[in-house]
DNA sequence: ACGGGCATGTAAGCGGTTACATGATTCG
DNA sequence: CGAATCATGTAACCGCTTACATGCCCGT
């Protein structure tokens, strides 16, 4: 999962610095997780490899870069040839096989905190959802495909919360 | 997400060899992807650290690693007290924020294509499901926490099919 | 006898995390 | 003036992947 053209193609949408697009990342948890070192580091590979520049120095050393012709057919490149990596890497489905190791009253602990979690989350998507939807430029593509992860956010954290709830009401029994 | 205590936990149940785990992990795709030399590296590195140890000897090298009694305790102490990592790394969903970029014959592709393989994979995790609640040994602690696995992987990839296929709604209109 | 699957490993390299490090600016 | 936040980086280390390497056993 390219954290490269990850980058690539946010600032595809705008001109923005390694802060701007950390900050971006968390805010949508739903995308990969990403340290800021790693932003930094690969954003000075893609200046290097001429695929970004800095486009404008900001205060307090701030450096806003923006895509090149180049970067812009990379990421494109990628979308339209790179395989998908299909596979799922969630923790909390990954312990659930091991759920039998655990004592009773720690299995039912454990269920029941990944089903507020997750309800927490499917929450805040949805919120996320309506206000996108409420949004006046609901029509432009940027905002749409958004919208479109954003929805992938309400319906997995939704279907991991009813499957945790699930999961109780069959160890419990 | 740590190999080491799926490792172990496997073991938990029963000894196997490293060629029996790599298979195990292939068969269910929603645990988490693993590379055989990874497996192989890890075992020795628990073997050293005496908590799994050579069980019996196999034909063509064959080791059935069994779990000590410190190991058995080493998971426990994991999925009791080691902190969840509750990101999401799902790259088709990744792959959405960036829908805008490709050509609209190229975005109904992607996503009747991604439906399809989600759906396949929903299909295969309800068999798997229904497969096992035919089981006579249902009841037993380890087949209930599998069956519990298994539910993830089916409502995960159910969630996604039925996304991807209102993402296509979204798009062509 | 030979092909396919069983079975385990090593080595190079990369992507990623964690800890460390530094300093500027803004706001109250 | 001090605290919080903005802002970018370096270094060490580890987990993981990919490619390479080797050989045995079983069924036909």
Sequence with gaps: MSLRYGL??????????GYD?????????VLRPVSHPQIYTELNKLAKDKLIE???????????????????????????????????RIESVYRSAFLWLMEPQDQQKYLESEQAFFTAQAQLYRDHAATKDKHSQKHDPVTKSLRITVEAGARVYTALAEWA???????NK
Excluded: C
């Design 54 to 88: 800095v486009n404008e120095m900001g205060p307090r050393g701030r450096k806003v870069y923006k895509i090149t012709p180049h970067g812009l057919e990379a990421v494109k490149n990628w979308l339209k040839s790179e395989p998908i990596d299909h596979a799922l």
């Design 21 to 29: 697009i950390t900050r971006r990342f968390e805010a949508m948890s």
């Design 165 to 171: 709830l699930w999961a109780r009401n069959q160890t």
């Design 8 to 17: 690539l193609g946010f600032l595809a949408e705008r001109p923005a610095s």
